[in-house]
């Protein structure tokens, strides 16, 4: 192969490795660190990045608007690839160093905090700082004095070689032959001079490490230490990219007081940290990351399990957020949110009902009809009498899911009022609580007189609330509606008799099947055909 040529089949490769960094910065905002997409789109372009070290280490210098390799532009045919200079020299990123030694987690590593706000980063005192509290030596920034890099690598090595002696040390300790020792030397393990080593190791480890290391913490003192540092290093995190690092703690948090095993003091501290990571902060921030556009189901739901494990914590900050939240997907998510919260939800929402704005009121009675908690009846009941009519027919469909004697009789109320914007959607609620004590109400509906045929849509939505009742006190009234032979609006009571048939068949009453068999040979085909369909469809039982 030509000089020419193999600097052609680099350039190529390069264009593909920053490709797939870019598609690995977009996927690292989105998915958990354990995740098997964000994993696998790591390991493709660590894949990417291989052909270009085999020889050794690979520099890139960022410009504004493009990136040098050996003096020479990078490929530019893929936009892209612009956009990623000019995303890495925002944050002050002028030279990128690639050794031989980087892996996947390098890269997931770098593409996680590389997408920070750039004054995050400054304050956490720049990207390079950044990886190597992660202690990540496989990509460098800035950097390409290798006496420099060789020195903070053998630092971290160090201060891996200690954190590891400090386990191990713990493990011993917390035996039962060196607790023995200890009390009869009238010393205990965490008063020596090993322990204030270990608290300072504990203090360089990254919240993704302390996670890891928590379930399995041998040692009860390395245990409330490691938790202390919980706390602090999830403030530092409360941004989008590391938002699945952030719903981990609660999830490993979570665990821990689920594990039955757990002795109970460590269960009170785990508590402890609990409530201190549960700051108002943080449950805005999981909130307005909820009501972002474009974050990922799958991190919404997590999110939602989040809030709801928070239970009581989280109901008044995501009722305030509904109140003021204009975009119609964040105010459906938030609802949604609060359902699965359910009876904890139920005394904030029964508060909102006095909110000034119409849709707010609303919101907050679709959502306590969707908990359908029996006992909010009473206060929902009033706002079917409300001059809003979008809140008094939200108030209706609530009433319908609830259901209850409250409901029934308020609705009862409602039909006989006859409230013409509100009477006929009463009806329908009325059949979907299928209570039977709603039905004289109906058949007085069924019967009531009409010369003119003027109610026929009202004693359809009737009839087929009785069908939904299934009571059979209605079957005498729609036998004899099914029955009826009109004398003029012919096409109306054909209609009617239709509905009293499928009514009937919906019933089952016994006395029903001959007044059907009688039915199959009337004059009207549409009723004889209605009435075999009928039979077709009775109840076997």
Partial sequence: MTSQSHRSCTMDQLQTALIKLIKLIKTVRFYPPEHPTLKHVGEETF????PLLQNGNLALTVRKDRILFDHEDAPQEHAGIRNLAHFLFARRIQRLF?????????LIVFSRNVTLKTTDIQAKGGLQEL??????????????????????KE????????ISVGTEQNAAAASPENQQIDHQQGVTSENTGDFALNEHLIDQLSLEQLLTQLPRESSDRRFKLLLNRVPPLVFQHLSECHLPLVLQTFQVLASLLGNRQLHKTRRGETLTCLHQVTSPIVIDFLIDTLCTRGVPKE???????TLVFLRDKSVAPLI?????????LAR?????NLVKLGATAVPELISALQNRHWYVVRNVVAILGQIANPHTASHLIPLIWSDDLRIARETIRALARIGGDQAVDALLQLVDSSHRELYPQAIIALGSIRNPVAVPSLVKIIQSRDPF???TEIKIAAIKALGRIASDEAAPQLERLAKSRPWWKKDRKTTLRIQAIAALVKIGCPSSQPVLENLCRATDHRIAQSASRGLKQWPTN
């Fill in 47 to 50: 894949d990417a990045f291989q």
């Fill in 98 to 106: 690639f050794l031989p030694e980087l892996t996947t987690r390098d």
């Fill in 131 to 152: 990886l190597l509290t992660e202690q990540t030596t496989g990509i460098w920034i800035n950097e390409l004095d290798l006496s420099v890099i060789k020195a903070a």
């Fill in 155 to 162: 630092r971290i090595q160090h201060q891996t070689e200690q």
């Fill in 299 to 305: 991190l919404r739901d997590r999110i939602m399990q």
């Fill in 320 to 328: 305030n957020r509904l109140t003021r939240e204009k975009d119609t």
């Fill in 332 to 336: 459906k998510l938030l609802s949604t």
């Fill in 453 to 455: 045929m003027k109610k």
